[in-house]
T-cell receptor
Framework: EAGVAQSPRYKIIEKRQSVAFWCNPISGHATLYWYQQILGQGPKLLIQFQNNGVVDDSQLPKDRFSAERLKGVDSTLKIQPAKLEDSAVYLC?????????????FGEGSWLTVV | QKEVEQDPGPLSVPEGAIVSLNCTYSNSAFQYFMWYRQYSRKGPELLMYTYSSGNKEDGRFTAQVDKSSKYISLFIRDSQPSDSATYLCAMTGGNQFYFGTGTSLTVIP
């Protein structure tokens, strides 16, 4: 079974530029998460989707971050304009309680450096 | 008070040692507990998954949950250099997931 796919793996941009990350969850997983993980910290939830609907985006900085999951499968996370403090790894994760129980599976992450 | 507390380490042990990693939590609604292993420049990989209190063993790894004390542990027996990574605990009551900050482990050959 293929895992959670993410791209690009690494990105370096200048502050005020924009960047987009893509995620394809495990097949059949209806719930998709985007997390931000800063070095030395645990993952912080940015947004949670159930199929193509948003369940929780309370910690998403909506003035600069946006995310969509239009067809209920893959998802895109965008940052515009980027700030230095956005340097982090952006982790996509997916879950289907009927298949994977109450646990989530992560992708390899997209590593962002803002200079 | 944070939902989940985890000692960040770093922890350095000789090869073959028994390693104990721990997390405490404050929310008694948590029922499902996970340990993830995260290698440098990689995403977290699910290592152990337990429900409610008790022990679960998988090879050299044992996960322990004590709900009365709100305390979970991961034990690694006969530690290997390949176990060098950051270990994240995570837990949920069924919807939102809460993570520790991770413990960095180095196993010295």
């Amino acid at each position: 079974e293929a895992g959670v796919a993410q791209s690009p793996r690494y990105k370096i941009i200048e502050k005020r530029q924009s960047v987009a990350f893509w995620c394809n969850p495990i097949s059949g997983h209806a719930t998709l998460y985007w997390y931000q993980q800063i070095l030395g910290q645990g993952p912080k939830l940015l947004i949670q989707f159930q199929n193509n609907g948003v369940v929780d985006d309370s910690q998403l900085p909506k003035d600069r971050f946006s995310a969509e999951r239009l067809k209920g499968v893959d998802s895109t996370l965008k940052i515009q304009p980027a700030k230095l403090e956005d340097s982090a790894v952006y982790l996509c994760a997916s879950r289907n309680p009927g298949i994977s129980g109450n646990t989530i599976y992560f992708g390899e992450g997209s590593w962002l450096t803002v200079v | 008070q944070k939902e989940v507390e985890q000692d960040p380490g770093p922890l350095s042990v000789p090869e073959g040692a028994i390693v104990s990693l721990n997390c405490t939590y404050s929310n008694s609604a948590f029922q499902y507990f996970m340990w993830y292993r995260q290698y440098s420049r990689k995403g977290p990989e699910l290592l152990m998954y337990t429900y409610s209190s008790g022990n679960k063993e998988d090879g050299r790894f044992t996960a322990q949950v004590d709900k009365s004390s709100k305390y979970i542990s991961l034990f690694i027996r006969d530690s290997q250099p390949s176990d060098s990574a950051t270990y994240l605990c995570a837990m949920t009551g069924g919807n939102q997931f809460y993570f520790g900050t991770g413990t960095s482990l180095t196993v010295i050959p």
